[in-house]
């Protein structure tokens, strides 16, 4: 299987649960965030993204908090279920029209039954 | 169906060989991106393009070549001069600046 992921922080959670992944991003002038979700042996699939002049977006049972002054992003997902099992990790774009994105490492999530 | 396209999944390649790694997308984009993945690290960027005939060099750019002479595609080579190629290689596109960025499934390269 892919060992992307090897060595990444892990959060378990039990099935019905809320899940919270954090990410602490880099740059202060950063103006665009997303998260993503990545499978074992998959590429990462946008989950939710956020502008800077935001700070709370929700989705479909996800909903992505922006702390601007401390520089933080946290992704919730309500009602946790075994298909959430995957890495997450946030990008961000550190300044505006750049098409470089930023990514952090990820973060492991354990859905137990 | 729109989407972005990698291909082989799979590749092994013998020390001392360039390989190429195909990236197709339909989705009209404008820029596409080349990525490195590592265990325990976050995807690390060799090359962009952001229009036909023009592309950047990444972070990590040396012992990699690209081309972008259709919109379409976007093939990364990579060369003998790469000392550690084995790793996972992801390739995105996106509209324009700050959207989202559509990945591939992914090519994992191993060298034997």
């Known amino acids: 299987g892919e060992s992307v992921g090897l060595h990444l922080p892990t959060l378990s959670v039990q099935e019905g649960d809320n899940s919270i992944i954090n990410c602490a991003y880099s740059?202060?002038?950063?103006?665009?965030f997303i998260w993503y979700k990545q499978e074992s042996g998959k590429g990462p699939q946008f989950i939710i993204d956020i502008r800077s002049n935001m700070d709370k977006r929700q989705g479909q049972r996800v909903t992505v908090l922006l702390n601007k002054t401390v520089k933080h992003l946290s992704l919730q997902i309500a009602a946790t279920q075994p298909g959430d099992s995957a890495v997450y990790f946030c990008a961000e774009n550190p300044s505006f029209g750049t098409y470089k994105y930023i990514f952090g490492t990820g973060t492991r999530l354990k859905v137990l039954a | 169906d729109g989407g972005i396209t990698q291909s082989p999944k799979y590749l092994f390649r013998k020390e001392g060989q360039n390989v190429t790694l195909s990236c197709e997308q339909n989705l009209n984009h404008d820029a596409m991106y080349w990525y490195r993945q590592d265990p325990g690290q976050g995807l690390r960027l060799i090359y962009y393009?952001?229009?036909?005939?023009?592309?950047q060099k990444g972070d990590i750019a040396e012992g990699y070549s690209v081309s972008r002479e259709k919109k379409e595609s976007f093939p990364l080579t990579v060369t003998s001069a790469q000392k550690n190629p084995t790793a996972f290689y992801l390739c995105?596109?996106?509209?324009?600046?700050?959207?989202?960025?559509?990945f591939g499934q992914g090519t994992r390269l191993t060298v034997v």
């Open positions: 995105a596109s996106s509209m324009t600046v700050n959207t989202e960025a559509f």
């Open positions: 393009s952001q229009i036909v005939n023009d592309f």
């Open positions: 740059n202060s002038a950063s103006d665009y």
